[in-house]
């Protein structure tokens, strides 16, 4: 099992404040309901009772539908990895952070400049996932412009698998390229009964603010659903453009919307493990443009957590972004902000935590390295002061006494690892070693790692049979250099 800390300390609603917001989410999905521009979609909640307006395309869903929906979503979701030691175990307040995004760009780590993602990169951004000890899962983060479109799915999942045995999620973009990932999983698992026994891959479907089911994202949720996999069901409202300006209006479209998916899955495969989602933000009123780094996202995706925790649902949420164009102060203070903000909700799966750059369209290796860091920082803040006899430690203080120290300690060596967190790339020389060592910045000591690791670390990846069978069976997978 990954290393496990649990949250919960950061409330931004009250108890009255969530009765209210439930409240109005049932009435919301009772009297003006949902567009659902599938047809099978509205088919199926219609066989459920819901109330189908089929000329306008909205579904209505009774209270007592949605509220045996609610429940019979699993309160406790395993994500496994590849290996069990990556084991994730979402559920009340376990918190877990890790990457995101899908993006089609990054900042090449050899040169510094912006250019098109590649399949060699979300092959590297996994493997450099593999070895970052506080990022705990791989939302596959970029889309590999040098491969054509059929055959993305499968290469950004094999890239993914191949690289890191961390959980791997993502997003698909055809119903053909879902199918074949699930196939290659079985492949991968030995079949079909020992990938549901343990689905080190899940998928994300999504919503579409105000109110919208779209026609492709719920087919592939149907797919996914009627096979048995996990599932998120996010939505992705902004604060003033496609939900309303206030924050608690954004929570509330985004509770309506994320239950709405939550609700179809269980409809179609009662029990299937799903994942409440919100990847909530506001628009800039400036420039009518989204922002990711922003300390409201944070607060939003906060009142999304509590909600799930309120609905006993693990949510998928999202934190630790930056706006920010390059590896700088800004992109420091945006992410240590948002991240550790959402990380002290409690939220289990905080995604886009780590490499973002730009309104989430950039990634960058460096920032990779400098997040893991940040990561550990919100994960000690989060995990709080642990208070014992042992971690009180009278005794001791009483041993040393006055004018002692406790360097010598016992003690202090049973818990010095435990209580401090040692950040690998942060500087925590004094400044004659600094300028000894060539005044290296921070960004120039990630860039050395970045480069280190995806030189020498080496995957699980996969027996050389079974990874030729996959390269024969799945033409268009692109090889990745050595």
Not at 154 to 166: C, D, E, I
Not at 341 to 347: H, I, N, P, R, Y
Not at 419 to 426: H, Q, T
Request: proline residues 4%; glycine residues 8%; contains cysteine.
């Amino acid at each position: 099992m990954f290393k496990t800390v649990t949250g919960g300390s950061f409330k931004v609603l009250s108890k009255d404040d969530i009765q209210a917001i439930h409240r109005e989410t049932l009435n919301i999905t009772e009297d003006t309901g949902i567009r659902v521009h599938n047809k099978r979609a509205r088919e199926i909640f219609a066989e459920s009772g819901a109330m189908v307006d089929e000329e306008a395309g909205i579904v209505r869903i009774p209270r007592t539908m949605a509220e045996e929906a609610i429940a019979s979503a699993p309160s406790s979701v395993v994500l496994p990895g590849r290996e069990g030691k990556n084991d994730l175990l979402l559920e009340k307040t376990n918190t877990y952070l890790g990457t995101g995004g899908t993006v089609l760009n990054t900042l090449d780590l050899e040169t510094g400049e912006k250019r098109t993602t590649k399949a060699q990169d979300v092959a590297d951004y996994a493997k450099i996932t593999d070895c970052l000890d506080n990022i705990a899962f791989f939302v596959i983060n970029c889309y590999p412009d040098d491969v054509e479109t059929e055959d993305v799915d499968v290469n950004r999942f094999y890239h993914s698998l191949a690289n890191t045995s961390k959980h791997v999620m993502g997003g698909v973009y055809t119903m053909q390229g879902l199918k074949d990932v699930i196939s290659m999983a079985e492949d991968i698992a030995g079949g079909r009964k020992k990938l549901l026994e343990r689905p080190f891959l899940s998928f994300i479907t999504l919503m579409v603010s105000p109110l919208v089911m779209e026609k492709q994202y719920t087919d592939f949720l149907i797919e996914v659903a009627n096979y048995g996999l996990p599932i998120a069901t996010p939505s992705e409202p902004l604060a003033g453009a496609t939900a309303p300006v206030t924050l608690a209006g954004t929570i509330t479209i985004n509770n309506v919307e994320s239950l709405a998916g939550l609700i179809l899955v269980q409809l179609i495969n009662k029990g299937n493990p799903t994942l409440y989602g919100t990847t909530s933000s506001i628009m800039d009123p400036r420039s009518g443009i989204y922002v990711s780094g922003c300390i409201e996202s944070a607060l939003i995706n906060a009142g999304c957590a509590q909600m799930a925790q309120f609905y006993e649902i693990p949510i998928y949420a999202t934190g630790g972004m930056s706006d920010s164009k390059t590896v700088d102060c800004q992109a420091g203070y945006e992410k240590a902000a948002t991240a550790m903000t959402v990380a002290l909700s409690g939220a289990n799966f905080i995604h886009d935590a780590a490499g973002l750059l730009e309104f989430c369209t950039t990634l960058s290796y460096e920032q990779m390295v400098i997040d893991n860091d940040i990561l550990g920082i919100s994960l000690r803040a989060t995990r709080g002061v642990e208070v014992t006899p042992e971690t009180i430690a009278a005794d001791v203080i009483r041993s040393v006494g006055p004018g002692g120290h406790f360097l010598g300690e016992e003690h202090s060596v049973r818990h010095v690892r435990s209580e401090f967190y040692i950040p690998s790339v942060a500087d925590r020389n004094t400044r004659d070693r600094w300028e000894a060592m060539g005044s290296p910045d921070t960004h120039t000591r990630a860039k050395e790692k970045a480069k280190k690791l995806l030189k020498e670390h080496q995957p699980l990846g996969f027996p050389e049979n079974l990874n030729q069978k996959l390269l024969d069976k799945y033409k268009g997978i692109k090889q990745r250099r050595s």
